[in-house]
C-alpha cells in the first residue's frame, strides 16, 4: 500500500499557480490534498477537516502569514506538523519546522512531505 494512500496534506499558498502546482504534486503521489489561499482560509479548512496529517505553507501571504498560521496551530496542536516554503531566502532561520526554498523540484517536495509523514505513518 502506498504510504500516502489515506493521508490528508493542506496546501497553503496565496499563488494560484504554486499552489496547483504543489496540490497536483502531491495529489499524483496519492496524498489527499486540501487547499487554501492564506493562513485564515487554512484555519476554516482545518476546523472542517481536522484529519489533516501535514500543512505545506507558504510564508508570505495577505490577511495571515505563515508565522501566524504556524501559531495559531501551535494553540491547538501541541507540535503541528508543518512544511514551510518561501521564495524570500532570509525567514528560513526565524521558523522552527522544515523548509523548501522556491523555486524547488516536485521530487524534493515529494521526498521531504515523504521524510515528515514517516514518523506519523510508523506510529498509526
Known sequence: MNQA???TVLVVEDQDE???LVMRTLADEGYRVLTACD???ALEVLEADPEVSLV???LVMP???GFELANHLSKRVPSPL???MSGYGDHHTE???PYLQKPFAPATLCREV???LLPAQNQA
Do not use: A, K, P
Open 5 to 7: 494512500t489515506g493521508r
Open 18 to 20: 504554486v499552489r496547483t
Open 39 to 41: 493562513g485564515i482560509e
Open 95 to 97: 521558523i522552527q519546522h
Open 63 to 65: 490577511r495571515m502569514d
Open 82 to 84: 508543518m512544511l514551510f
Open 114 to 116: 515523504q521524510r515528515l
Open 56 to 58: 505545506v505553507s507558504d
